[in-house]
């Protein structure tokens, strides 16, 4: 064999004992992360109570209504399958706004969204029922006055989209689960 040869095979032959060495020295997929209890209480969470906190003037007047926030927000989870109910026992959704104004920065506003998913909940320790907030979503900017509308609406639709993603993901994983007892 020429010497060439026998030197490419013994590469070969190298380079896939290190492979297989590689290959079982690490896990082939990583383990799972286990799911946050609060976000494992948003399974099986598309049927909702919502409810609006008040707009802040400082943001109404920099042009986020309140009207098209509860529009935006119906839509699109209505989109996304959630259903809207008024049942007492249903998890409610609370989405307020929060505005900051500081006087030394003329022409900016700051905002804060505020998604809270409130439940009835038994608490072990106390053997009681009570009504908890068990997941809180949140987003937040700062902006010149003239793009402080623009930004809060995109920031709402980018928490509406992590409510919804969280919810399949919860759900997903709960269903997952169930089939492995």
Not at 31 to 53: H, I, S, W
Not at 158 to 172: G, P
Request: aromatic fraction near 8%.
């Amino acid at each position: 064999m020429k010497k060439w040869m026998a030197r490419a095979l013994l590469v070969a032959v190298g380079a896939a004992l290190s492979l297989s060495v590689a290959a079982l020295a690490a896990p082939i997929l990583p383990e799972k992360q286990p799911v946050a209890d609060e976000m494992k209480c948003l399974a099986n969470g598309k049927r909702l109570r919502v409810e609006f906190g008040e707009m802040p003037l400082a943001l109404a007047r920099v042009g986020v209504s309140a009207a098209n926030v509860q529009r935006n927000v119906r839509r699109k989870l209505g989109e996304a399958g959630f259903e809207f109910v008024d049942d007492p026992e249903t998890p409610k959704l609370l989405i307020s706004f929060r505005a900051l104004v500081d006087s030394t920065v003329k022409g900016t506003t700051g905002f804060a969204i505020f998604f809270e998913v409130r439940q009835r909940v038994r608490v072990l320790r106390l053997g009681d029922d009570m009504d908890l907030t068990t997941a809180t979503l949140l987003a937040y900017g700062i902006k010149k006055n003239r793009h402080v509308a623009k930004a809060a609406f995109d920031r709402l639709d980018y928490t509406i989209d992590q409510l919804v993603f969280f919810v399949e993901a919860a759900t997903r994983h709960r269903d997952a689960l169930k089939k492995r007892l």
